[in-house]
């Protein structure tokens, strides 16, 4: 005998909401608990459950239309199965909810340095929840994605469109875990560019080339890719005085040549980021969101960017914190070196726990590195240029060195981001310190 499936109460204070889907149809076959409607409410879409199994005789209500508790949603020949208790739809979490989710997702051991080749990507490991099931379940076009609404809602924050996830549980159900492994499956695609919107035919608007990504540009995009969106970043900027500085790079510029090494401003700021990274910890630190825990590296390897033929690469300078300044110059000439002329091994650019990327050599008064995730912070050097500083009693003319620090907000908040550059700042300023901090 027909029975009438109503709306139940929607989520706490949600009194009205508007049908984003309606995911049955008259003559289907319904079963208990199955999600007969999506609602859009103003704090998130929630699915509706049934509370009655049998055969859906007609639907009462279309996209878009506003609905409330009660509302008349299908009328249902039962099959003799129970009724079960009206449930209140399950609600994601509203989106004043930290939004924690995307950095939730596993992602494969990053390559320490954005340039190293794409690592091959680990297969996901079987979790305890999983159920073999068949390897594609065909799904009609407009039939139920079964998953669960925190599950959608994962997905439609890390824009995921779940007819293409893999579903492992009974019946082809799509758990958080899928979504997550569907998203490190993209990342590590063998394009490197994860899934992008397919791109207009340009040979329509005049001529076009098209040449082959190198696997330097394809692990760039990749890092980087990963990087930008996952981690909030911030740009600290701040500029240090170094007319003293310079005047000392001269004197002893000859004993770093003779070395083999050259007393560049780069070399100089691996060792005043080192003694900056004993003072602030956890600028050489790593997020672990799935142990929910920071790892502080007690080692100091500094990446630093380098400009090369093949594009970027990021050799690491190994323990920082015990090399002479004299050490530096010679070991940054030597990876310089081994980076422009293709020599560098995987080891060379795997373990920093800090980037530099020095573009003054070339010009430009500032730009905003993009944080070498899961490092969390990279500084950025600009070009030294001449300003008149006002000394107390008269301008003067003062070589000025423009720094930015882009940080990772997850982990430093903007006032460390502001101390830890300007402590830059005055050791650059003061030398001296060097010799105090050592
Ligand atoms: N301001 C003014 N001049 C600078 C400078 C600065 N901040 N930094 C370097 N210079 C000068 C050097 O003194 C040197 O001058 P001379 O030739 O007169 O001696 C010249 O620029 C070239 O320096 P260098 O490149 O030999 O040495 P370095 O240690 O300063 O830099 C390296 C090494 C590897 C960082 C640099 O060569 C490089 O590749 N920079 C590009 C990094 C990059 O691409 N970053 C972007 C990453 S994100 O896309």
Known sequence: MPSEFRLPKLAEGDATGSVAKVLVQAGDTLALDQSVLEIETDKAVVEVPA????????????????????????????????????AEPAAAPAPSAPAAQPAEVPEPEAPAVAEAP???????????????????????????????????????????????????????????????????????????????????????????????????RRATAQHLGQSWPNVPQV???????????????????????????KLTVTAVLLKVVAIALRKFPQFCASLDLQQGEIVYKDYMHIGVAVDTPRGLLVPVVRDVEQQSILDLSVALNALAEKARSAKLSLDDMQGGCFSISNLGGIGGTGFTPIVNSPEVAILGVSRTQVEARWDGSAFAPRQVLPLSLSYDHRLIDGADAARFLRYVCEVVESPFLLALEV
């Open 235 to 261: 740009t600290q900027f701040d500029a240090a005085d170094v007319t003293e500085l310079e005047r000392l790079r001269r004197l002893h510029g000859p004993a770093a040549e003779a070395r083999g090494g």
């Open 118 to 216: 794409p690592a091959p990507v680990p297969a996901p490991e079987p979790t305890p929840e999983r159920v073999q099931a068949p390897a594609s379940l065909p799904r009609r076009e407009g039939s139920r994605i079964p998953a669960a609404p925190s599950v959608r809602r994962l997905a439609r924050e890390l824009g995921v469109d779940l007819a293409q996830v893999h579903g492992s549980g009974p019946a082809g159900r799509i758990s958080r875990s899928d979504v997550k492994t569907h998203v490190r499956t993209r990342q590590a695609s063998p394009t490197g560019f994860g899934a992008l919107p397919a791109l207009p035919d340009f040979s329509r608007f005049g001529p076009v080339r098209r040449e082959p990504v190198s696997a330097v």
């Open 51 to 86: 509370t009655v199994a049998g055969t859906v005789e007609a639907v009462h209500v279309k996209a878009g239309d506003e609905v409330s508790e009660g509302t008349l949603v299908l009328t249902v020949t039962e099959s003799g199965v129970a009724t079960a208790a009206p």
